[in-house]
């Protein structure tokens, strides 16, 4: 428990472990870089190699119906719609337009735009209208960290039995583990991985990609 077999990333290490799984398209790369010159918060895309594995996971798991809570400008709902079973499909929540219109191209670009729904509205609103909908066989949270709560709560009792639940920025640089830093964003990180290792609706798993995955599913 003390000698972790893990290690730390560095720039050229981190670009080898890219160039060894599935690269980024044509589509991808083009996105990538249309988001970084956004400037600062082309932060918020998810990582090559994190979409990569949402892709595959997704495609394991035979995943029907999809959601997704923070789309920015769509690297992580590519990775899910191009993993979807025959006839899947993705509900997206955001609340932004500009972001997401740079996603709407590059879903059509890529020719999924067809399995994806976008909901330009508060994500609890979206979110309060599984009800209706069919059991969730994959989400994926990764907006403003102060409702990752309520988030999880919204979707985790419409999980299907084999269903997962993907959260991101669970780590959030490390910051969660350095007790000097109380910043707003980092308390709602530590309350929220409390929060589900203490559920015991559920079994997880954190992962150490990108910033920080907890892989969430229903206990049997």
């Known amino acids: 428990m003390d000698d972790p077999k893990g290690i730390g990333l ?3 290490l981190h670009q080898y472990l890219v160039a060894h799984g599935t690269p980024p398209d044509e589509v991808q790369a083009a996105l990538i870089e249309r988001t970084a010159a ?3 918060v082309a932060r918020m895309q998810t990582a090559p190699e994190q979409g990569a594995f949402m892709t595959m996971l997704v495609r394991l798991l ?20 191009r993993g979807l079973a025959p006839g899947g499909r993705l509900l997206c929540c955001d609340v932004s337009e500009e972001w997401t219109s740079i ?3 590059h879903w059509r670009l890529a ?7 976008l909901r330009i509205a508060p994500a609890l609103d979206t979110l309060r209208e599984l009800d209706g909908m069919p059991p969730v066989d994959f989400a ?3 907006a403003d960290k102060g409702n990752y709560i309520a988030y999880y709560e919204a979707i985790v009792e419409h999980l299907a039995p ?7 920025n669970v780590l959030w640089g490390g910051s969660v583990v350095d007790a000097s830093d109380t910043s707003e964003s980092v308390e709602a990180i530590r309350q929220f991985n409390d929060h589900v290792v203490a559920d015991p609706r559920v079994d997880q798993v954190m992962l150490p990609i990108a910033d920080g ?3 969430i599913t229903r206990r049997a």
Not at 62 to 81: C, I, K, N, P
Not at 162 to 168: E, K
């Open 162 to 168: 084999r269903g997962v639940i993907l959260v991101d």
């Open 103 to 105: 996603a709407r191209e």
């Open 213 to 215: 995955l907890t892989m």
């Open 111 to 117: 020719g999924v735009d067809d399995r994806i729904e």
């Open 62 to 81: 035979q995943v029907r119906f999809a959601v997704e809570v923070g789309t920015f400008t769509g690297y992580s709902s590519l990775a899910v719609a």
């Open 10 to 12: 560095t720039s050229e």
């Open 140 to 142: 994926f949270i990764d």
């Open 38 to 40: 956004l400037g600062g």
